[in-house]
């Protein structure tokens, strides 16, 4: 292909008065259309003039990474999946918190023995990908309907997961024996300590 490039108004000085350079090949491969495996475009920017030339320049490589038809497909295929089993989890996380808090309402004397660290771990285990989805919404770059849709249905799974922590704190607090409470609570820290010092051998 030819290229051309504008010039600055420091080296416009040929008899012509040209503001654009014209004398440029670019040279690019590209990858085989039907190939399996991701490979490079990769190409040169050659200046046809002579090196006595002062519009001359030093030939330039280039590349970019190309992707295939076949890994595109394989792209939007998984994609579409981890959007699918977000959406069917957090669906059942939807489902199991309104019939736990059916039944804590029915059985109030049950808020005590739930754990305030691990209601606290998964809320905040809701809380990142809703604050990260509301990011790429604000950035758009993502599909800004299918990425509404997740949104909704997370913020609606971390306010019923926020409900069942606040009622628990509540709890907690008007409990009689609040030491054996925060105990117990205490307990369950260093139970999760320990399993995370485990996970990151």
């Known amino acids: 292909m030819v290229g051309c490039r504008k010039l600055s108004s420091k080296i416009q000085t040929s008899t012509k008065n040209d503001s654009m350079d014209c004398e440029i090949l670019v040279s690019l491969h590209f990858p085989a259309v039907n190939s399996k495996n ?9 200046s046809t003039r002579y090196e006595s ?5 030093p030939t330039l490589d280039l590349s970019s990474a190309a992707i295939t038809v076949e890994e595109a497909r394989k792209s939007i295929w998984r994609m579409t999946m981890e959007v699918t089993m977000v959406l ?12 736990q808090l059916i039944h804590v ?19 905040l ?8 989805d509301l990011n790429a919404i604000l950035l758009g770059s993502h599909s800004h ?3 509404v849709f997740v949104s909704v249905v997370t913020m609606v799974v971390f306010l019923l997961q926020c409900g069942l922590l606040l009622l628990t704190l509540s709890s907690k607090l008007g409990h009689g024996e609040p030491n054996r409470l925060w105990a117990a609570e205490r307990n369950t820290l260093y ?3 320990i399993l995370c010092w485990v996970g990151g051998l």
Do not use: C, W
């Open 38 to 46: 991701g490979s490079y475009t990769k190409g040169i920017i050659h």
């Open 53 to 57: 030339d002062p519009f001359h320049f």
């Open 88 to 99: 069917i989890s957090n669906t059942l996380a939807i489902l199991f918190l309104s019939l």
């Open 105 to 123: 309402k029915k059985q109030p004397n049950l808020l005590p023995s739930n754990s305030l660290f691990m209601l606290g771990i998964l809320s």
């Open 125 to 132: 285990g809701y809380l990142i990908p809703l604050v990260q």
């Open 145 to 147: 309907e299918r990425i």
């Open 191 to 193: 139970g999760l300590g």
